[in-house]
């Protein structure tokens, strides 16, 4: 079943887990579970691919620099719980963390940060289903890249939830920056140069 | 002569010929939203069902707020709104004050810049608006601009400040905020409410 993208949990009953996970095809698709459905994405274009490819290069860097923690891109599972079993573009942890969660198949638990590179196709889900599923689990950072407005709204925890995203845009010329990643500026306009 | 298309891009459009309002009242009364923006025609497909439910009860809530408090005049799309000879848009919503409405209000059109507008988006206008057309109001020294997300029910307000609009208030439904604005002080429109199916 293919999971819908509205607010309210789907009541039809049979949720599917991890086991059902990886018997799903290997078509070159993102397939994810989130609370038992599935959900599934098509493949990315250019300018996604362009953004993740610099958006991690920016953040290796800075790993290798310091040392300090460990950073993935899609297609990499990162297994929730055996219901909520997700494919993010781009997520980090730190090497404490890491000891903890990381396996040699999948992420087994939370990651610090997660990124998504939106499209009109995917944010809703983005913004609703995932963000939710992000806030629950417990990420501390939950970046959403719009690659159509040149903008990342940046979901930060506040105890059990996210505060409400700041909003950064390329226009403006602002800068992204972190805790997670002391020292690090990641220019928009960088991000965003194709 | 042949119509040119706009751009959603960020630049402006370097082919040459700027369109005006006397090209536009010629477009073809197709039942499409034609619109001129910096003399480069733009066209709009028919909005979708909750596209006009949200419009239709934004539509109520205000007017009826308006006609215990009558500070101003309300009108709907399609109503042509002139910000220059090659600037003219149909914003789904627009409000004039009525000090304003006698200045820039005739039986075609508004000849200037009503206080406030008001686009629904969608997912094909959705750059549209949050470039061209807010660089457009921003520039044409609109008040406050309301861009209506309907797939995330969320509602951006951009408001003026001096020469330009500050980053857009972003409010949420999921969020429980309520929208006030000076410009019509006293209202307060519940999110759940604008966004109710």
Do not use: C
Request: hydrophobic share 40%; net charge negative; no cysteine.
């Amino acid at each position: 079943m293919s999971g819908l993208d509205g607010a309210l949990p789907n009541p039809r009953g049979v949720k599917l887990t991890y086991d059902d996970f990886v018997l799903f095809p290997d078509d070159g698709l993102r397939h994810e579970l989130i609370d038992g459905e599935h959900y599934v994405t098509p493949s990315p274009n250019t300018k996604h691919q362009k953004i993740v490819v610099t958006l991690a290069a920016r953040i290796f860097n800075w790993v290798e620099e310091h040392n300090a923690g460990k950073i993935f891109v899609a297609p990499f599972d990162v297994v929730f719980t055996k219901f909520d079993v997700v494919e993010p573009d781009v997520v980090y942890m730190s090497n404490e963390r890491a000891a903890e969660v990381l396996t040699d198949a999948n992420i087994q638990g939370v990651p610090e940060l997660v990124v998504e590179i939106g499209s009109p196709s995917t944010r809703k889900r983005d913004e609703t289903v995932k963000r939710a599923l992000y806030e629950r689990a417990g990420v501390s950072e939950y970046w959403v890249i719009d690659p159509e407005l040149d903008v990342v709204r940046v979901y930060r925890r506040e105890a059990e939830r996210f505060a409400r995203p700041v909003e950064l845009s390329t226009e403006a010329g602002d800068v992204l920056t972190t805790t997670l990643l002391p020292g690090l500026a990641l220019q928009l306009v960088d991000i965003f140069r194709l």
